[in-house]
């Protein structure tokens, strides 16, 4: 499978994909069978595709996620490959596996002290970091805001001209490798605190009110006509907030959470922050 020690050549992407494939069939013989400096040198190749955005983890194509599994499987590969390293910055020491990205200026991105994006994460051009987090696999599109706090989990795929107000969690997700990630579609907009987890996906344009927590299992409901939409999937251009329903159980009736549609925006409208704060005010909520 694998070449001489230190002699593994450049792969094109359907040779890496179909090697990464083998390597993870046999992650146990890494190291016996198979020599781990080749087998290390394979999954770095992955990774740096991933780092630079020529690979994703997923992507929605013609309305469906399709997770490249493969780039999945080189990440979970690079912790078994990858020894741990200390490092300091001045008071600061750091032991993990998977070092920090760098070249921020020739990137086009802006990173504020305290901000931090992992190897094996795509910040496109125009991103700014406030003191916030990304994780690997991530992707994080043009012009993207990840605000104060707020954080990128494993794997997760921000659109374009998005902003993730401060303290939002985005979730991650590595195993299964053919779960879907977080998708978050261009031009939406995270109200602060936000939480949106476990495969959900929000729709382009779309705004999420402070506070809304989003799982791949929350009803999404159409406060018009108490239609329930989907799960864990909000509407492109659409103002979406969390509320609850109830539901009763032998021990009485219980408030259950779902997302509330509460408006509908014309697509392609930007984001006026006064406006989103009067509509959400006319829905009842706080901003």
Same mark, same amino acid.
Not at 158 to 165: E, K, M, P, Q
Not at 203 to 209: K, Y
Not at 271 to 287: C, Y
């Given at each position: 499978? +694998? &070449?001489? /020690? &230190? !002699?593994?050549a450049?792969?094109?992407?359907?040779?890496?994909?179909?090697?990464? %494939?083998?390597?993870?069939?046999?992650?146990?013989?890494?190291?016996?069978? @198979?020599?781990?400096?080749? $087998?290390?040198?394979?999954?770095?190749?992955?990774? =740096?595709? +991933?780092? /630079?955005?020529?690979? /994703?983890?997923?992507?929605?194509i013609?309305?469906?996620?399709?997770?490249?599994?493969?780039?999945?499987l080189? @990440?979970l590969?690079?912790f078994?490959?990858t020894?741990?390293?200390v490092?300091?910055?001045?008071?600061?020491?750091?032991?993990?596996?998977?070092?920090?990205? *760098?070249?921020?200026?020739?990137?086009?991105? /802006?990173?504020?002290?305290g901000?931090?994006? !992992?190897?094996?994460?795509?910040?496109?051009?125009?991103?700014?970091?406030?003191?916030?987090?990304v994780?690997?696999?991530?992707?994080v599109g043009a012009?993207?805001?990840? =605000?104060?706090?707020?954080?990128?989990?494993?794997?997760?795929?921000?659109? $374009?001209?998005?902003?993730?107000?401060?303290?939002?969690?985005?979730?991650?997700?590595l195993?299964?490798?053919? $779960?879907?990630?977080?998708?978050v579609?261009?031009?939406a907009f995270?109200?602060s *605190?936000?939480?949106?987890?476990d495969?959900?996906?929000v729709?382009?344009?779309?705004?999420?009110?402070a506070?809304t @927590?989003?799982?791949?299992?929350v009803?999404? @409901?159409?406060?018009?006509?108490?239609?329930?939409l989907?799960?864990?999937?909000?509407p492109d251009?659409?103002?979406?907030?969390?509320?609850?329903?109830?539901?009763?159980?032998p021990g009485?009736?219980?408030?259950?959470?779902?997302?509330?549609?509460?408006?509908? +925006?014309?697509?392609?409208?930007r984001? =006026?922050?006064?406006? +989103? %704060?009067?509509?959400? !005010?006319?829905?009842?909520?706080?901003?």
């Open positions: 499978m +694998l &070449g001489v /020690r &230190g !002699r593994v450049w792969l094109t992407m359907a040779d890496l994909e179909a090697q990464i %494939n083998e390597l993870w069939e046999k992650r146990d013989d890494i190291g016996k069978g @198979i020599d781990a400096a080749d $087998a290390a040198a394979v999954v770095r190749q992955a990774i =740096d595709l +991933l780092d /630079r955005g020529e690979v /994703r983890v997923a992507e929605l013609d309305g469906e996620v399709v997770v490249h599994q493969w780039a999945k080189a @990440i590969l690079l078994r490959t020894d741990m390293t490092s300091e910055v001045g008071p600061f020491e750091y032991r993990d596996k998977i070092p920090l990205k *760098r070249n921020f200026e020739a990137a086009g991105v /802006r990173v504020v002290p901000a931090s994006a !992992r190897w094996g994460s795509y910040l496109a051009p125009g991103v700014v970091m406030m003191p916030s987090y994780n690997i696999g991530a992707f012009d993207t805001m990840v =605000d104060t706090w707020a954080t990128v989990g494993s794997c997760a795929q921000i659109g $374009a001209r998005v902003h993730l107000s401060g303290g939002v969690g985005i979730g991650g997700v195993e299964p490798p053919q $779960a879907a990630p977080i998708i579609g261009d031009d995270i109200g *605190r936000s939480m949106v987890v495969g959900a996906r729709g382009a344009g779309a705004v999420l009110g506070g @927590i989003l799982s791949g299992s009803p999404v @409901i159409d406060a018009e006509t108490g239609v329930e989907s799960r864990g999937v909000v251009w659409s103002v979406c907030v969390t509320a609850m329903r109830p539901r009763q159980f009485g009736e219980f408030g259950l959470p779902c997302a509330l549609v509460i408006k509908r +925006l014309t697509p392609g409208e984001h =006026d922050k006064a406006q +989103l %704060n009067s509509i959400l !005010r006319e829905g009842g909520v706080t901003t």
